[in-house]
């Protein structure tokens, strides 16, 4: 069964900073991951989608990798902001299910200081 | 920029009582997906809906749940007998194809069971 973990659980920044959030997954049978925002009390807004034959997508200071074979996948944010702060979620939809559904780690979240 | 749709943002309901939550999801989206969030845990996938039936559901989602379009427009998601344990936020989201495709969520409605 798939299983989604991310580290660190929480992770605190000064603004300006480069910072790399890392997600994995257990099966490397997937068909895509995408890397969402959650703000708090709030709905998910998708950042990036990877597919499982892309090694990276970029999206302005976003640049997310996907090793599948290892099991892993990065969201590196450039120069961050106080506005991005948030929690970052990682899912993937998984082979071994007959459709579509998005399997979640528990996410990161970010806090930046200005 | 389309986006999907959730009413009402909050419900309080008491144990036992039947509720019905609301999506419009974007309008030429083909599927159709419930998940849902109790408190400081993972989002969890309830179900998936496409062609007007159920493609896949979860363990969670049994006979109490049930999912509908009624319409062209609205997909709902109905918890006929309502338990302390539902109390969660829950996430609609829709795209346009399947595996390849961005999954986009809606900003949720806040079940509190009494």
């Known amino acids: 069964k798939q299983e989604v973990t991310q580290i660190p659980a929480a992770l605190s920044v000064p603004e300006g900073e480069n910072l790399v959030l890392n997600c994995s997954f257990t099966?490397?049978?997937?068909?895509?991951l995408q890397w969402f925002r959650q703000d708090p009390g709030k709905g998910l807004t998708s950042l990036l989608l990877?597919?499982?034959?892309?090694r990276e997508q970029t999206s302005g200071r976003l640049n997310a990798s996907l090793d599948k074979s290892s099991g892993r996948s990065t969201l590196y944010i450039a120069a961050s902001q106080p506005g991005d702060s948030a929690t970052y979620l990682c899912?993937?939809?998984?082979?071994?299910?007959?459709?579509?559904?998005?399997?979640f780690g528990k996410g990161t979240t970010l806090s930046v200081s200005s | 920029e389309p986006e999907v749709t959730q009413t009402p943002s909050h419900q309080v309901t008491q144990m036992g009582q039947e509720v019905i939550l609301r999506c419009v999801p974007i309008?030429?989206?083909?599927?159709f997906y419930w998940y849902r969030q109790i408190l400081g845990q993972k989002v969890e996938f309830l179900v998936s809906?496409?062609?007007?039936?159920?493609?896949?559901k979860s363990e969670i989602f049994d006979d109490q749940f049930s999912v509908e379009r009624p319409d062209g427009s609205n997909f709902t998601l109905k918890i006929r007998s309502t338990k302390l344990e539902d109390s969660a936020m829950y996430f609609c989201?829709?795209?346009?194809?399947?595996?390849?495709?961005?999954?986009?969520f809606g900003p949720g409605t806040r079940l509190t069971v009494l």
């Open positions: 099966d490397s049978a997937i068909y895509n």
């Open positions: 309008s030429n989206h083909l599927y």
């Open positions: 990877i597919q499982s034959s892309q």
């Open positions: 989201a829709s795209c346009y194809g399947s595996w390849t495709d961005t999954q986009y």
């Open positions: 899912a993937v939809s998984s082979q071994d299910q007959a459709g579509t559904a998005l399997i």
């Open positions: 809906f496409y062609n007007n039936e159920i493609s896949e």
